[in-house]
């Protein structure tokens, strides 16, 4: 394989870079596929097991959608240093250009063909190379699939490429940052269609809280400071009753969880509505618990099937449900020395739902209302259990979380 001139991109300025291979969206072309089909096969021939997989990505992997005539490719390789030390040499050596991805956390192999000392020359390529474990990287995939299921938002995201290519055309930079957040929202929603697939969930559900991203979700309780408050609160709460057992309701994606001691607490059940959001639970706790089970359950119309729970805490959920249909149900579960914990949050002239940048929680809006404190306070009671503590905790001049402990009265 021929060589192109030695070139360093990573010397070179954004002008520089700008003005050398300026951002050009070319027409839909049925040979993109055939030039990556080709590409494949030449890294297949040039790394053998060392490419354990490969795919295409990005828009010239869609079809009929304008691109950059640029052909993305991704190759899972080891997390073996050596391995990826010989890649490299094989790389250069058949006429790949080098591209250290350390401003990328976790860093990544990165190589091009088809950028030269006076600007591009034959076909163009980045091909990206790392373990499958690097999600950034792979989650681009979803991306990808999103893009060639629905042709809406593909021709959405062809509009604002072509926005973005005639307002930076000489800053690849500024031009790849005006489609991030795009990106991001699609590949969410990618993400959770995918989690629904498996768990054989309607899509179409009514429901917003499957249609809301965990980086969203996560992003506007931190910004709210709502996410800090019922971390300490989960904390508190097993500190104080050091369960045997314990049930977070509404757990997300585990807020909370770390604080668990598993030489005191010997099974952890993670209940929540949204599969994506246990996903990531999972995914962050399962090997921090021994015991961790993880409950895919709408407490609203489902039966809630675990027992004998010595401690439930259940934040900022029944608003968004019949609180005394739910309650039954978690009062059930709870042994015979259990604890149940709730938080309110109890508005003064507000909105439930805080304004903030993620605009995607704002369709909880909706479906929340005000829980009346009295009203399952007699309740609760009614049900054989009698109040601990009572606290208000103020978060704003117009918000608060209301706790609530109660215990089972012992005969």
Known sequence: MSSNKPIRLNDLSPQKLGKLFPVIIAKPNHEWKNIYDAEKNELIRILGKKAIRIEHFGSTAVPNLEAKPTIDILVEISNNEEIKEEIIKIMQSEGYHFIPRNDCPPPYLMFVKGYTNEGFKG?????????????????????????????????????????????????????????????????????????????????????????????????????????????????????????????????????????????????????????????????????????????NTDIQNDEIKIKNIDLVFIGLILEYVEPEKVLKKIIQILSKKGILSIVIQKNKQTSFVSKTNYTSLEKLTNISNEVNEEKIDRYIKSKNMELIKREEIELTRNKSFITLEYRMKQK
């Open 123 to 295: 076909q163009s390529y980045h091909i990206h190379m790392a373990e499958k474990e690097h999600d950034r990287l792979w989650d681009r995939l979803y991306f990808r699939d999103y893009l060639i299921d629905h042709k809406e938002t593909a021709s959405e995201y062809e509009k604002i490429k072509r926005k973005l290519a005639e307002k930076y055309k000489y800053d690849r930079e500024a031009y790849t940052n005006g489609k991030t957040e795009f990106i991001k929202q699609v590949t969410e929603k990618s993400k959770i269609q995918k989690i629904y697939r498996m768990h054989c969930i309607d899509w179409n559900t009514n429901n917003p809280w499957l249609e809301i991203s965990y980086s969203d979700y996560e992003n506007h309780m931190i910004e709210v400071g709502q996410a800090q408050v019922l971390n300490r609160l989960t904390k508190y709460n097993l500190d104080k009753y050091n369960p045997e057992s314990f049930a977070l309701i509404g757990c997300s994606t585990g807020n909370g969880l770390e604080h668990i001691k598993p030489e005191i607490t010997r099974i952890v059940y993670a209940v929540d509505i949204n599969p994506y959001y246990l996903n990531k639970t999972r995914e962050r706790f399962n090997t921090k618990i021994d015991n961790l089970q993880i409950c």
